[in-house]
């Protein structure tokens, strides 16, 4: 696989430029030369340089000026050094300049690859902060990353929202980050310094989700043994986010309507009623109107919970948002996996911009996940899963398909993909030959 990386290369001795052009396309570098500083400024006017490799004795300009001149006009372009006249004066010359890294000739096609990756990855970490602090334009909302139509909708609302009380309800798609869209709306407004409590209704055994919301009394019911405050308590001055708030009991859910209206809260086992002031915030994946309609979520309380409404976008819905997101993640679990920055290729981002992505942006951090453990220096199309690289999207078609149908349809797909390699076609749809050769009858 060609490097991405453009590396041009400064020496007056055309059998040393031609040796390390060599050295570097054997390492599948992508190569300029130029035998003189003037012929080097030419270069790089007219291309995007990468990495600069420069000698230092050279007639009419030396390379230190070479040096100089790109540190001032191009600081964002490696230099190294390869000289045959090595001085502790000169290095250090060189190295006041912006210079990465110094050898001397003779050198081995080992000592310059090192050099060369050294000096890479260096510009690899400066352009990934880079990209992060544009990134960081785009995110005055906490983690919430997005410069889309889409995303600019939720952080308007957002806006609007942070320095009040209001009760918002935010729905959407599970993955899609409804959790980061509330931490927001406190975190970013004047009630930043008091409590946040996020709490999962769908993880909270129905029996003991009251108990834990409202707090209960000693003595309440068995292992009630002291007085204990709830969730509504901890958050009291501050935000509480209810997240997968139709998973609350019936029983729950009219505790719940009271709190919204008296602004107060009654521990279980208890008849004391307890002033709370808090911003309640709930969230959920599926539609309450139905279980409305199903008497399983109560109208009233719909109504209350609803004063303003924050719908989630896809990640389909914001794809011009996924340059960024693969960015953070990138960044943050290149440094937690391999201790060091990543880059993706402009192949891989593609697939990735076409995948229809129905786990959201829990999705694509799982694949970028993998993907870097599964690479090496840059991020490429065959680190992507098997179902991602030979992927169908049947969300975009308005016909539904019988499993027969479906089933053809996706075998067919993958065999394009492989250019008919039943071997490999079999071998990604987790069957046997056999199984594919009577499926395809």
């Known amino acids: 696989?060609?490097?991405?990386?453009?590396?041009?290369?400064?020496?007056?001795?055309?059998?040393?430029?031609?040796?390390?052009?060599?050295?570097?396309?054997?390492?599948?570098?992508?190569?300029?030369?130029?035998?003189?500083?003037?012929?080097?400024?030419?270069?790089?006017?007219?291309?995007?340089?990468?990495?600069?490799?420069?000698?230092?004795?050279?007639?009419?300009?030396?390379?230190?000026e070479l040096i100089k001149y790109t540190s001032e006009h191009y600081p964002k372009i490696p230099k190294l050094v390869v000289t045959g006249f090595p001085s502790i004066e000169g290095a250090l010359e060189v190295m006041k300049s912006g210079v990465v890294d110094y050898i001397t000739k003779p050198f081995t096609k080992e000592e310059l690859k090192t050099a060369i990756l050294k000096s890479l990855e260096i510009k690899s970490k400066e352009d990934t902060v880079t990209k992060l602090k544009v990134a960081e334009t785009h995110k005055p909302y906490g983690e919430l990353i997005g410069s889309s139509p889409a995303m600019k909708k939720v952080t308007d609302v957002i806006e609007r929202l942070k320095n009040n009380k209001a009760t918002v309800f935010i729905y959407g798609e599970s993955g899609t980050g409804k959790e980061l869209v509330a931490r927001s709306i406190h975190y970013m407004g004047k009630y930043s310094s008091a409590p946040f409590v996020a709490v999962n209704c769908g993880a909270i055994p129905e029996n003991l989700l009251e108990s834990e919301l409202f707090g209960y009394v000693k003595g309440a019911f068995t292992g009630a043994e002291k007085d204990r405050k709830g969730f509504f308590q901890a958050a009291n001055n501050g935000t509480i986010f209810l997240d997968e708030i139709g998973n609350a009991s019936l029983a729950t859910q009219l505790r719940l309507l009271r709190v919204l209206q008296e602004?107060?809260?009654?521990?279980?086992?208890?008849?004391?009623?307890?002033?709370?002031?808090?911003?309640?915030?709930?969230?959920?994946?599926?539609?309450?109107?139905?279980?409305i309609e199903k008497k399983r979520f109560r109208e009233d309380l719909f109504y209350r919970l609803t004063v303003v409404e924050i719908k989630v976008p896809t990640l389909v819905e914001r794809s011009s948002d996924i340059p960024l997101l693969v960015d953070k993640f990138l960044f943050k679990y290149g440094l937690e996996y391999k201790d060091r920055f990543l880059k993706m290729t402009p192949e891989a981002l593609e697939v990735l911009k076409k995948y229809y992505w129905p786990g959201n942006i829990r999705e694509l951090e799982n694949v970028i996940q993998r993907a870097i453990i599964m690479s090496d220096r840059f991020v490429d199309v065959e680190h992507l899963p098997d179902y991602i690289k030979y992927q169908i999207d049947f969300s975009k078609t308005n016909k539904l398909l019988s499993l027969k149908e479906f089933e053809k349809t996706y075998i067919l797909k993958v065999l394009k993909a492989t250019n008919n390699n039943k071997t490999k076609a079999a071998e990604i749809l987790k069957i046997d030959r056999k199984t594919l050769r009577e499926k395809l009858k």
């Open 1 to 64: 696989m060609l490097n991405k990386e453009n590396i041009l290369i400064v020496d007056d001795d055309i059998l040393i430029l031609e040796l390390i052009q060599r050295h570097l396309q054997s390492l599948n570098y992508h190569t300029y030369k130029a035998i003189s500083v003037k012929e080097a400024l030419e270069i790089l006017k007219d291309t995007s340089i990468d990495l600069l490799i420069t000698d230092l004795q050279m007639p009419d300009v030396d390379g230190l």
């Open 263 to 291: 602004k107060e809260v009654v521990r279980v086992g208890s008849q004391k009623a307890e002033k709370v002031d808090v911003r309640v915030i709930a969230a959920t994946n599926i539609n309450l109107k139905d279980l």
